[in-house]
């Protein structure tokens, strides 16, 4: 029984880090990023309003406490809302005071690897080297951590993120 025990948790293991995508696709995001284009830019006014801002996920943030820069318990749950209707569940990052916003649609991995999924709002577009017709088909023979993009339109890119 052990050894089952032992074998299947193994499987499961093997299956987490598997490269195989539980992405959304490419034309799936752009669908969803065309049906919620206003819901998006509303989102980046808000966010490079709330200067020092870094981080909202499902159920935390960065700073761990909002209130000191002057963001409400009430405006992270109003985030959060937005969150759900623009199928971002994992929320947001921005270093930049709102200049390059990364919404995260999708992750998976643990910290010493993973892959992750979603929109990229850039002031500048990123490297042409950066930019790919498809972020599914994808493949590359470099290793370590990479990020990719497809344009969608104006500031607006399809991002993914891959770090083994």
Known sequence: ???ISTVLILGLLAASCSQ????PTDEALIQNFTAHR????ELVAMIQADKG???IDDNWTDPTDP?????SPERIADYRKRFAVCGIPR???SFQSGSNINFIATAFGLCTGGSGKGYAYLSTPPPSSDIVPSTDAYRTT???AYRVYRHVEG???IEYDFDD
């Open 1 to 3: 029984m052990k050894t």
């Open 91 to 93: 929320g947001f990052y």
């Open 53 to 55: 801002l870094r981080r």
């Open 142 to 144: 470099r290793r370590g």
């Open 20 to 23: 195989v995508s539980r992405h």
């Open 67 to 71: 209130s000191t820069i002057g963001v």
């Open 155 to 157: 500031n607006w890119y």
């Open 38 to 41: 206003v819901e998006f830019q």
